[in-house]
């Protein structure tokens, strides 16, 4: 179920966070984040299932799917910059207190999603997409990140099952509409990994 994987992501999202210590919120994080920017930024696929979460009658499901949600978000020109830096002004947001406050906000969503129906539609940023379409996206985003925020800080954790399996499934749907499907099947398989990383996302 979409619901129960994604709660159990923010919950290895949260745990992880809680064990990053005091002396590595300015490390390096990914790419151009921090530690706090890139914990900022995971803790947005918490925030936006509140702040999209629409009322509004008029409102259709204009993405189909989780696929076509990430084709559609990382069409446009200068999508990552603006993501790098609604990360930042996220971790600035939350305050000090990271970690208190991704508790908090986990609790929050969690007991709102169990209040809306599977077809509830999200007003997202590039149009109106339902619960079980919306919430496979933001899974994602709390397992990968996740991965990185262990990989910045040495904290170790297994990911839950069923958001590790939600997670492929989504990004293996959408390996297949590009170039990287067979080099992601022959490095699942054991052959030699390639000298540049890829991305089936954007």
């Given at each position: 179920?979409?619901?129960?994987?994604?709660?159990?992501?923010?919950?290895?999202?949260?745990?992880?966070?809680?064990?990053?210590?005091?002396?590595?919120?300015?490390?390096?994080?990914?790419?151009?984040w921090t530690v706090r920017d890139l914990v900022g930024h995971t803790a947005r696929a918490?925030?936006?299932?509140?702040?999209?979460?629409?009322?509004?009658?008029?409102?259709?499901?204009?993405?189909?799917?989780?696929?076509?949600?990430?084709?559609?978000?990382?069409?446009?020109?200068?999508t990552n910059a603006r993501v790098a830096e609604r990360g930042r002004q996220t971790a600035?947001?939350?305050?000090?207190?990271?970690?208190?406050?991704?508790?908090?906000?986990?609790?929050?969503?969690?007991?709102?999603?169990?209040?809306?129906?599977?077809?509830?539609?999200?007003?997202?940023?590039?149009?109106?997409?339902?619960?079980?379409?919306?919430?496979?996206?933001?899974?994602?985003?709390?397992?990968?990140?996740?991965?990185?925020?262990?990989?910045?800080?040495?904290?170790?954790?297994d990911s839950p099952r069923d958001a590790m399996l939600s997670t492929l499934h989504l990004?293996?749907?959408?390996?297949?509409?590009?170039?990287?499907?067979?080099?992601?099947?022959?490095?699942?398989?054991?052959?030699?990994?390639?000298?540049?990383?890829?991305?089936?996302?954007?």
């Amino acid at each position: 179920m979409p619901r129960e994987a994604y709660k159990h992501a923010m919950e290895f999202f949260v745990t992880t966070a809680s064990h990053v210590g005091d002396d590595q919120w300015d490390l390096p994080g990914l790419g151009e984040w921090t530690v706090r920017d890139l914990v900022g930024h995971t803790a947005r696929a918490m925030l936006t299932v509140q702040q999209f979460a629409s009322h509004d009658a008029t409102l259709i499901a204009e993405v189909p799917s989780s696929v076509a949600y990430y084709q559609r978000a990382f069409a446009g020109e200068g999508t990552n910059a603006r993501v790098a830096e609604r990360g930042r002004q996220t971790a600035q947001a939350l305050g000090p207190d990271l970690p208190s406050a991704v508790v908090r906000i986990a609790g929050e969503v969690s007991a709102f999603i169990d209040t809306l129906p599977d077809d509830h539609l999200f007003a997202s940023l590039i149009g109106g997409i339902t619960l079980v379409d919306y919430l496979p996206t933001r899974t994602v985003e709390l397992v990968v990140h996740t991965l990185d925020l262990q990989a910045a800080t040495g904290i170790q954790g297994d990911s839950p099952r069923d958001a590790m399996l939600s997670t492929l499934h989504l990004l293996a749907d959408l390996a297949v509409d590009t170039p990287h499907a067979g080099r992601l099947a022959l490095l699942a398989t054991g052959r030699d990994g390639w000298d540049e990383p890829f991305s089936v996302i954007g």
